[in-house]
């Protein structure tokens, strides 16, 4: 069985643990003592950050899968009230009702309007009911089609965040025309004549994900996971077995380095050591630096050749010239 998130990390949590114990301990010790016990603190943070260093240098499909799942790693809103300033958040698809699992409206990047839309996740049970998981219904995207021509008719450059393991997979979903709303989605992004940049910050899942991931440049973080289904949803079609998601997970070729190899996405983006949710700050950082940098070269393109560049280079993904896909797929194993 694959390991889960807490029992891949516990060394360490349990480091971690130790050198806050021996902190407060040196904070109630006599000045003589307290010099010996701040020594041994240093000592266990080295031994922490090249451990932190090994270990996330080394991580295999699996562990980016709950890197990407952790806890405390930041969500779109997170990247929002740290990237943008005065964001307004925009309700309802004028259809049907109010989506919380994408959520979008306009702000400023560095005194410049956008519009921004992203899957939003929950941080405990009731946040993540309430955001169904970060799992959108069809008015989630019909939402995000509206936010999208808002940016389009007022020439906003668009912003999404994807965050999403799979779109809603509800019988509701599927009798409002779930499958239906990200195709419309999908379509809209093409006919954008405003630059766009879409980044995958945690978990980019199957149509949820791509629903609104057209972009003209897609990014991604370094520990981040783009794939066509969730590797457990893969374990138990191929295998009947979800406890399988490990091996699932190395077959999907799910981490960024994999999608930047296939032409999937533009740019991997580098997250803070031991990954985004140990410094949502600099991750953000980070993020807001390459989406700036992708945001000014696009700037410069007009409307037309934003659509033509962007449909060309959705084309080509998964194309092969000069033999067939089986060959191919096999000299990159």
């Avoid at 945690?202 to 370094?222: F, Y």
Wanted: with cysteine.
């Amino acid at each position: 069985m694959a390991k889960t998130w807490k029992e891949w990390e516990r060394p360490l949590i349990e480091v971690e643990e130790n050198i806050e114990k021996l902190k407060q301990k040196a904070k109630a010790s006599p000045e003589a003592e307290r010099e010996d016990l701040l020594k041994r603190v240093a000592e266990f943070e080295r031994r922490r950050d090249n451990y932190i260093e090994v270990m996330y240098s080394r991580l295999g499909p699996w562990e980016k899968v709950l890197v990407a799942r952790a806890d405390q790693r930041p969500y779109t809103l997170d990247y929002i009230n740290s990237i943008f300033t005065n964001f307004t958040e925009l309700e309802g698809d004028r259809r049907f009702g109010a989506d919380h699992a994408i959520i979008g409206g306009p702000a400023y990047l560095d005194g410049e309007p956008v519009m921004v839309i992203g899957h939003q996740k929950g941080r405990n049970i009731t946040e993540r009911q309430y955001r169904n998981f970060a799992m959108a219904k069809p008015e989630g995207y019909r939402k995000a089609i509206r936010l999208m021509e808002m940016a389009d008719r007022f020439g906003l450059p668009l912003i999404s965040f994807v965050d999403t393991p799979a779109a809603d997979p509800s019988v509701e979903s599927e009798s409002r025309g779930i499958s239906e709303a990200i195709a419309a989605s999908m379509l809209k992004m093409f006919e954008l004549e405003v630059p766009s940049v879409s980044i995958v910050i945690g978990e980019g899942g199957s149509g949820g994900a791509i629903g609104i991931a057209c972009a003209s440049s897609v990014l991604m973080l370094e520990h981040a996971i783009y794939s066509v289904i969730p590797p457990e949803g893969c374990a138990a079609i191929l295998w009947r077995m979800p406890d399988k998601g490990a091996q699932a997970a190395t077959a999907l070729k799910l981490t960024a380095a994999w999608a930047k190899e296939f032409g999937l996405i533009d740019e991997i983006v580098a997250e803070p050591k031991g990954g985004a949710h140990r410094d949502a700050i600099e991750a953000a950082g980070l993020a807001k630096e390459a989406i700036v940098r992708h945001l000014k070269l696009l700037k410069k393109k007009s409307g037309s050749k934003l659509k033509q560049e962007r449909y060309e280079k959705f084309r080509k993904m998964g194309r092969f010239l000069s033999e067939n896909p089986v060959d191919a797929l096999a000299k990159t194993r």
